[in-house]
């Protein structure tokens, strides 16, 4: 339903003043009245004046106050659109929310309030750091795992449906003029030569909206690519011959004000691009399927890399990550890239961004460049580490070990194969199924400290990750079975743990069984059986949380500001209202046992504790030195 949303303060306000004294807004309209928690919501309205270019937001300011009911303020820009100016907006908050719509001008400010109410959702919110540093969460603390492709441009809502069914949940869509669906408007930049600069291209605006709605009615991220590197290079490849696929800057508006060389540290420039980015926040910055903002694209591939030098673009990439940071209130992450050879491994970069992303296209994008890689980035960098880019021809048996050796070497995501259709083969829809299901419910955001193994075993390879509550891995022999390997593992916490074997080609079970960790070390037996031809086995190990003795009255209760969700064996905690203050968190059974306990930085956070007994538990949380304990019921 949509609601009209103009009061009648505001328009004897408004008729009350000289025309030319202030914007006038009108016809103030929202989508929806109730909005489910992370679902968007759009406020619509016209602004009354004649501005040369109502993309401009120095000549026409439309923005939005929105108040949660915990008092919290989100300041959200507008964008301008072809029937008026909309602010988007997604809520973390359950209640009633208030908003103020605001126009601002040469002439002054006006603005017009309105309600809406968040209702409580399924849904998981925007990704996040983990605490741990190393993985990613969601905002309300549920763990996130990338898988997925590089889908940059043709992007199909069937396609979709298909990668969806095999598991993934994230794909990798570039900024570009090579993607002709969408009734032809992605083939645009979204600062297009058509639009001009400081003009947006209402058509792959459009584009964009349909892939993020597509990915958001799937629960599939998307990881967003600002500048691929085509469209900041022109002299290094001049006119677009063969073999000059760095040279696009001729569909990019910018080559009007200044050379492809001069884009990273233009002045003129980045006032622009400032300008794109408040845009592009303002129109898709809401959507939790938004995973990060990838700012560039192999930077070897533009002039000014190529023709200057890098610290011109590593100064710029300092530049448009802060900007992202201090402008985007979603808090989205960011990353850059270099090319793909064992030489571009660019630390500079690594150490700006939020994330550390790698493509790796050397030594046949062999596992074993995906391990050395991703031992060195968490070494130097302590940070998500993401392959953007991995393989980029038909084999199998190498996307196969691409995967597998990923996870078990510590990478936040799966490596995003390239690209995706043109480079598959169709025995991978099953390889990426078994790898899904793997790693489905492997507890990545609430391992504490997760540290990388690499277990010496004779006749083959194994490499894992292993924290106070999980831990996994993968075992490998290239020239015969892995049946009858050990494989010694250390780290754990003592107690009993359950072990899972699983086939990583069809996706089964090999073997379950329970298993004790003593001192902190277990040594783990390939089984037989089924696995005894196996050339690899990859293989999950989940804490029991056995409970230890603790006295038998529990804290006295009473009502502490923590949201409490329960879904199945994870506990979902979200500070009320939201607070960056680090703190400790502990459940407790109603007999006063101590089930589960973790530490946040500051945010949500998850504790994994089972399936819980019916009665009233305790949640004991600890923040600024003050102690405060809430009933949970199951």
């Known amino acids: 339903m949509r609601i009209p949303c103009l009061s009648l303060a505001a328009v004897a306000l408004a ?54 009911p915990s008092g919290r303020k989100w300041a959200i820009p507008g964008f301008h659109a072809p029937r008026g100016f909309k602010v988007r907006f997604a809520a973390d908050e359950t209640g009633r929310w208030t908003y103020s719509l605001r126009a601002k001008d040469a002439s002054g400010i006006s603005s017009l309030p309105g309600t809406f109410t968040v209702m409580a959702s399924t849904r998981h919110g925007w990704i996040r750091i983990a605490a741990n540093q190393r993985y990613f969460r969601h905002d309300d603390g549920a763990p996130y795992h990338g898988i997925g492709f590089g889908y940059p441009w043709n992007v199909k809502e069937a396609v979709l449906d298909s990668l969806k069914a095999a598991g993934a949940n994230t794909i990798v869509y570039w900024n570009s003029s090579f993607d002709w669906e969408g009734s032809g408007g992605g083939k645009y930049l979204i600062e297009s030569a058509d639009s001009g600069l400081g003009h947006y291209d209402d058509r792959k605006g459009a584009r964009v909206d349909q892939i993020m709605e597509w990915c958001e009615a799937r629960d599939m991220q998307l990881i967003f690519c600002i500048w691929p590197h085509p469209f900041l290079g022109d002299e290094i490849n001049p006119g677009n011959k063969v073999g000059g696929w760095e040279a696009f800057y001729g569909v990019n508006p910018y080559g009007s004000l200044v050379k492809a ?47 200057r030098g890098p610290a011109v673009v590593e100064a710029w990439s300092q530049k448009v990550r802060d900007w992202f940071k201090q402008n985007d209130p979603y808090g989205h992450p960011t990353s850059g890239s270099q090319q793909g050879n064992e030489d571009n491994y660019w630390a500079n970069g690594y150490k700006i961004f939020d994330l550390s992303n790698r493509e790796i296209y050397f030594n046949g994008s062999s596992h074993l460049s995906v391990v050395q890689e991703t031992g060195k980035l968490w070494s130097q960098f302590k940070k998500p580490i993401v392959i953007g880019e991995i393989g980029n021809y038909k084999s199998p048996k190498t996307f196969h070990h691409a995967l597998w050796s990923a996870l078990a070497s510590g990478a936040a995501s799966a490596p995003y194969w390239w690209n995706y259709p043109d480079q598959w083969s169709p025995e991978n829809w099953g390889y990426l199924k078994a790898y899904a299901a793997f790693a489905r419910d492997i507890p990545f955001a609430s391992m504490g400290a997760p540290q990388r193994l690499t277990p010496s075993v004779p006749g083959a390879s194994a490499w894992a990750m292993a924290s106070d509550i999980a831990a996994f891995g993968w075992i490998l022999n290239e020239n015969g079975s892995v049946a009858g390997k050990s494989i010694a593992l250390q780290g754990l916490s003592d107690g009993a743990w359950k072990l899972e074997w699983d086939d990583t080609w069809q996706g089964t079970r090999v073997a379950a069984s329970d298993v004790t960790v003593a001192g902190g070390k277990l040594t783990l037996q390939v089984p037989a ?22 006295p038998a009255t529990a804290p006295a ?19 009320y209202p939201a607070s960056a203050d680090a703190y400790r968190a502990e459940l407790y059974s109603p007999e006063g046992r101590r089930l589960a306990g973790g530490s946040s930085a500051g945010g949500p956070m998850e504790l994994v504790v089972g399936r819980l007994a019916p009665g009233l538990h305790f949640l004991r949380w600890v923040c600024r030195g003050k102690v405060r304990v809430q009933p949970v019921m199951p």
């Open 557 to 575: 209760p009473h009502l502490g500001n923590m949201s409490v969700t329960l879904i199945g064996p994870r506990l979902l905690m979200h500070p």
């Open 15 to 68: 008729c009350a003043l000289p025309a030319a004294a202030l914007p006038l807004l009108s016809g103030l309209l929202s989508d929806r009245d109730s909005v489910p928690r992370y679902g968007r919501i759009e406020l619509s309205a016209t602004v009354g004046g004649a501005y040369a270019n109502p993309d401009d937001p120095d000549q026409i300011d439309v923005t939005a106050e929105f108040t949660a």
């Open 261 to 307: 060389r001069d884009f990273f540290d233009d002045a003129r420039a980045w006032e622009y691009q400032r300008k794109l980015y408040r845009y592009m926040v303002a129109r898709w910055g809401y959507s939790p399927a938004l995973e990060h903002w990838w700012t560039v694209v192999e930077t070897p591939g533009t002039d000014a890399w190529a023709l």
């Open 529 to 550: 059986g089924s696995a005894a031809t196996a050339g690899d086995l990859a293989f999950k190990l989940r804490s029991a949380n056995s409970l230890s003795a603790r």
